[in-house]
């Protein structure tokens, strides 16, 4: 039986109603159309669907929605600003060509703002470790890792989140 | 060479932007939240090879909210397939794999449907099943998976199906060149080994995925995830359906790597029984059963080489292990036969079977049969040099040839990096020098190169059209896939520095097959070349449009006009440029106002240039192999890697790995070289990491991201450690010399780990990928042998 919860997601109280053995990935996905956050595997395996929760990385494919109840949940819409400006991390991974397909992307955004919010200055080293739960088939990653460099030296990342 | 205000810059990313928000509408998004959408899904085959005795879907129906429950005797009666039909949508009689599908349900709910297909109710005759390629292969196989084969139909390359040595034998193709068995006899050394490679999977991050919606006047619009053309043909064969009946669709891909759209049939099928949109999203376990995986292959390669180090014969057997069903089987088997033209080869003789066995269906993966013979070619070159005691880039450089000679197959070599390629990367890994050894004596280093080529077939055709519009936008339809490659991009590039406008000036119109004008396809590291060439004669067309019009209405001749920046201007005054409204209906003199805002033309609707660029295949000698003309480019390069092997654990890493590769002509260099950075990981990931593993009754056990593992950022070389080099040696045909790159860069990477591992700890991996289990195997062996090849 579906229930009604209230979300904080981008900063906005939405009101849902859900089976409670559902996933946060396909709330946000079917009941929000916040699309920007993918599923790929649906074992946590991937990556593709980090988002934050009270500003950690989260898989939400495998993250049940009634525990997201009372946490602040940020997706990638709301990692930008109004009228699309974008993130450092996003300009980033823009002007680095960190971008091929772009499934990953969102996914991959969310993990490095999470970790950039916990270690603003990270190595190399410490960024792939901090990446090592999402999988990109097209990059090699290369790209992804110097984007989250170039961000974590240019700005600091936005503690709001 | 020219300057380029758009080619060859690494101008922004047309379709980066929105893929960074989020805001990039994929497949996977399409139908979320559509009223009366219903969800499909698949019941597959839990046995290998048995008969369906009986099929009970009445406690399937009854689950409430499901519409249909469909099985094999729903669907057409004809066998389909890409090169042999010998399959049908869902299995009639005979299950022939773990997964092979046996019903489908759709309903209003995604949980309705798993429920009903968990509750169709299948009895099975097992029947006794072969999983082994060389032992399927016998011709008294006393397993035969499909007994009907001789009568199957074979749309194309039907020559390889004659003389076929064994009953589960639906493939054989030949390449002969010379007379190898002199050239054996006459040889100084002969050098024998058997490679062979298990079966990957592309993990392209978006899920195999299909949405169908039925119209009212009895068409259907089917969505694809994977590529326009290469989906919407074999649904109409299947369907038995005209070009305007179907009408399909894409988008941007989530990943391409070769894979092959799946679950198409099953939302179409689905669609057209139920009369509703039907939405399918694989999970990722049945995008491992169901996808059509790259494909094992045994080689045998067996040279014959002269003291001087020139190599005299080559003579390659390969068996193929194509799963259950062809599909594209048999065309990567006779591509595989591409790799040939990396080096001299005077006598050559090559030998490859396709074979069924009992296990998923395979198809092509980035490489297409070239990454499966060149890891073993390309080990076996290291043999061939240890066995003239050359330097085996001293070896490779002496067997390579140079443009204007004719390859193995007929087919002229047009231009070749290849020698410069494999000295920027030799260099740069300073070949010759001993590699550091850490401390840990258990941990050694060594370096390893292999050369690679790709080839782009002949036998395809692109076509653009170029509309340009009142306000000076030039639309571009074209019939490929950007699957993040870039494509898009690059015609970009194309347009607006033909046109001399800025890329904001220029949209793409794509992934619509009524809409698209005919392609092949993003495949065969072909769209670059083809559909670029394609374009180019669209936009001459439409100057030429341009310019006689404009001519006409100022009263000058052709000659007089030159067309860009939004429009056109008179050769003598290139300062006022007309816009292109200026030939619209709605500015004739005579039109006074009356047809105020006519966007058309008094002489037609618009300008609209169209282009075809077909590569005009010379025909194969079935006998033989050899054709004119058979490739239209190669994409050649070379790799060097330094490993260091625990010989505790038997963990490889990979600490460098350097790529050059021939463009022709770097349309884009950051995409290009991101897009081998990402060849090359892949290339680990099959060295090292990715392989099927199978139980001993043919069940996958480990289809999922976790027990088959797919390189992440702790598994790779990264900053200057994972770096590409990309040479231009024009090609004649490309536009602006450019040709296809988006294969090549995998090819060399599984080779040139392994020679890497035998530089450093003095064993031979053959078998792919190299795990940590067989890499203390083959150590084990090693101490109680010496350290030598064993095919030496």
Redesign the interface.
Known sequence: MRRPIELSVNGVTEEVYVEPWWTLARVL??EL?L?????????G??G?CTVNIDGRAVRSCIYPVMKAVGKKIV???GL?GED?S?HPL??A??DH?A????????GM?MSANALLQENPHPT?AE???G????????????????AVAAAASASAPNKEN | MAEFAYVGR?V??V???A????????V??EG??FPGMLYGKVLFSPHAHARIVKIDTSKAAAVRGVRAVLTGKDVPETRVGMLIDDRHILCREIVRFVGDPVACVAAESEDAAAEAVRLIEVEYEILPAIFDAEAAMAPDCPVVIHPDLPAYNRPLYAYMGKDLPGPNVHTHHKVRKGDVDRAFAEADFIVENRYECDRIT??????YNSVCYPQTDGTATVWTSARLHETHDPLLQAFGLNPSQLRTRTS??????GMIGRPERFTLLLAQKTGRPVKM?Y??EENFIEGLNRLAEIVYVKDGLKKDGTIVAREIKGIVNTGAYTHHGPLVIRNGAFHASQYRLPNYRWDAYGIYTNTPACGPLRGFGSAEVIWATEQHMDLDARAVGMDPIEFRLLNTPDAGERDVRGTLVTCIGAKRCLKIVSDRIEWGEPSDQPAESHIKVGKGIALANKYSMADTASSVILDMKPDGVLEISHGGDD????LNTVLTQIAAEQFSVPMEMVRIVWGDSWRSPYDFGTASSRSTLYIGNALIKACDDAKRQIRELAAKKLGMDDGDIEVGKGGFWLRDNPEKVFPMSFLSLANHPEARGTVKGATCLEESAGIRGTGVFWGHPGAEDPETGQGERLAISYSYGAQAAEVAVDTETGVVKILRLYSAFDTGKTMHP??CE??H??????GIGSALYEGFIFDEAGVLMNP???DYK?????D?P??DD?WVALVEDPHPEGPYGAKGTGESAMCPTASAVANAIYNAVGVRLTQLPMTPERVLAALKEQRGDSRTDAAT
């Open positions: 996905r079917d159309g699309t920007g956050t993918k599923v790929s595997c649906e074992t395996d991937c593709a997706t990638i819409e930008s699309d974008l996003q300009q991974f823009l060509f971008v091929q397909c772009g499934y990953c992307t969102p955004v190399e960024i792939k470790e990446l090592k739960g999402n999988l990109c088939r097209c990059t090699g990653y290369n790209k992804i890792i110097q | 690494s922004p990313k379709d980066a932007r893929k960074v928000l989020g805001k990039t509408k994929f996977s998004e979320i939240g592309h993990c392209q991050m978006e899920p941007y891909q989530g990943g391409m790597f999203v999970t990722r699957c993040g490659q870039g950051t995409m991101a897009q950075e990402g060849g090359m990981v892949q999922n991201l976790h797919v390189c992440s950022t702790g790779v990264s900053g994972l």
